[in-house]
C-alpha cells in the first residue's frame, strides 16, 4: 500500500513473482508476471508513477478483493504514467514485463501535483485592465473540466481559467506560448462549465471583438490530456 503523503519510492522486485491473468491484460499477455502496489488519493489531482530498470508499469482501477478481472484497466504497460486520480478511488500499479521474466529489482515512485488555484472556472483569474500579461501562469496539476469534448478538445484535455470582462467594445488579442492553447468561451460557470458557450476553439492566439459586460473565459490547456508546464 503506497501511502500519504507523496512522492513516494520504494525498491522491490518481481523475482519470484507469477502471473495474475489468464488472458492478456492491459497491453501485455497473460503470462507476464510482476507485483502490485495499491494507492487511493485523498482528492482529485494528477499523478505520476514511474519504475526502472526495463520494468513497466499498468495501472487498473477498482478493487480485486474477489478477482483480478473485476479491475478496469486505466493505463496500458509503459515505464512512465500520467493520470488524473480520483479521490477515494482505489489504483492498482502492476510492475512487470510485458511477457514472462525470471524478474529483477527496480525502483517505484509515485508522485502529484498540487492544484492550480485557477484550476476551476469559477476560480478563474481576473484580468482587471489590458495590456495584461502573467509571466507564472502554470497548467501543472490541472485537472480536466468536461465530461464531453469542449470547444475543440477532447474531454480529457486539463488546464486554467482566466476572465476578462470589456468595459467597451473593442478588439482583444490573447496568446499563450509554451505549446499550450487558448479555447474561448463567454458567459457564466457558477453553475456549470457547460452553461458556458465557445466563442473560438482551440488556438495558441486568439483575437475576437469584446462586447461591453460580457464575461470572457479563456481555458488554457493542450488538446488531451497532459500533466501541464509553465
Given at each position: 500500500?503506497?501511502?500519504?503523503?507523496?512522492?513516494?519510492?520504494?525498491?522491490?522486485?518481481?523475482?519470484?513473482?507469477?502471473?495474475?491473468?489468464?488472458?492478456?491484460?492491459?497491453?501485455a499477455y497473460p503470462d507476464a508476471n510482476?507485483?502490485?502496489?495499491?494507492?487511493?488519493?485523498?482528492?482529485?489531482?494528477?499523478?505520476?508513477?514511474?519504475?526502472?530498470?526495463?520494468?513497466?508499469?499498468?495501472?487498473?482501477?477498482?478493487?480485486?478483493?474477489?478477482?483480478?478481472?473485476?479491475?478496469?484497466?486505466?493505463?496500458?504497460?509503459?515505464?512512465?504514467?500520467?493520470?488524473?486520480?480520483?479521490?477515494?478511488?482505489?489504483?492498482?500499479?502492476?510492475?512487470?514485463?510485458?511477457?514472462?521474466?525470471?524478474?529483477?529489482?527496480?525502483?517505484?515512485?509515485?508522485?502529484?501535483?498540487?492544484?492550480?488555484?485557477?484550476?476551476?472556472?469559477?476560480?478563474?483569474?481576473?484580468?482587471?485592465?489590458?495590456?495584461?500579461?502573467?509571466?507564472?501562469?502554470?497548467?501543472?496539476?490541472?485537472?480536466?473540466?468536461?465530461?464531453?469534448?469542449?470547444?475543440?478538445?477532447?474531454?480529457?484535455?486539463?488546464?486554467?481559467?482566466?476572465?476578462?470582462?470589456?468595459?467597451?467594445?473593442?478588439?482583444?488579442?490573447?496568446?499563450?506560448?509554451?505549446?499550450?492553447?487558448?479555447?474561448?468561451?463567454?458567459?457564466?460557470?457558477?453553475?456549470?462549465?457547460?452553461?458556458?458557450?465557445c466563442e473560438s476553439q482551440y488556438f495558441?492566439?486568439?483575437?475576437?471583438?469584446?462586447?461591453?459586460?460580457?464575461?470572457?473565459?479563456?481555458?488554457?490547456?493542450?488538446?488531451?490530456?497532459?500533466?501541464?508546464?509553465?
Amino acid at each position: 500500500i503506497i501511502t500519504n503523503p507523496l512522492p513516494y519510492q520504494l525498491t522491490g522486485t518481481t523475482s519470484g513473482a507469477t502471473a495474475d491473468f489468464t488472458t492478456d491484460s492491459c497491453g501485455a499477455y497473460p503470462d507476464a508476471n510482476g507485483v502490485w502496489y495499491t494507492y487511493i488519493p485523498g482528492s482529485s489531482r494528477v499523478l505520476t508513477a514511474t519504475v526502472n530498470n526495463g520494468q513497466r508499469l499498468r495501472v487498473y482501477e477498482g478493487s480485486c478483493a474477489r478477482s483480478v478481472t473485476d479491475l478496469t484497466c486505466l493505463e496500458q504497460d509503459n515505464p512512465s504514467q500520467s493520470f488524473v486520480g480520483v479521490g477515494s478511488v482505489e489504483y492498482k500499479f502492476l510492475v512487470s514485463k510485458q511477457v514472462f521474466s525470471p524478474g529483477s529489482s527496480f525502483t517505484i515512485t509515485v508522485d502529484d501535483y498540487d492544484v492550480p488555484s485557477n484550476n476551476d472556472c469559477v476560480d478563474g483569474t481576473v484580468i482587471p485592465s489590458l495590456p495584461y500579461q502573467d509571466d507564472s501562469g502554470t497548467t501543472e496539476g490541472a485537472l480536466p473540466d468536461f465530461e464531453d469534448a469542449s470547444c475543440g478538445a477532447y474531454e480529457d484535455a486539463n488546464g486554467v481559467w482566466y476572465t476578462y470582462t470589456p468595459t467597451a467594445a473593442r478588439i482583444i488579442v490573447a496568446s499563450v506560448n509554451q505549446d499550450q492553447r487558448l479555447r474561448l468561451y463567454s458567459g457564466n460557470c457558477a453553475r456549470s462549465v457547460n452553461d458556458l458557450l465557445c466563442e473560438s476553439q482551440y488556438f495558441p492566439t486568439q483575437a475576437f471583438l469584446g462586447l461591453p459586460g460580457v464575461q470572457y473565459r479563456f481555458l488554457v490547456s493542450k488538446q488531451a490530456f497532459d500533466v501541464g508546464s509553465a
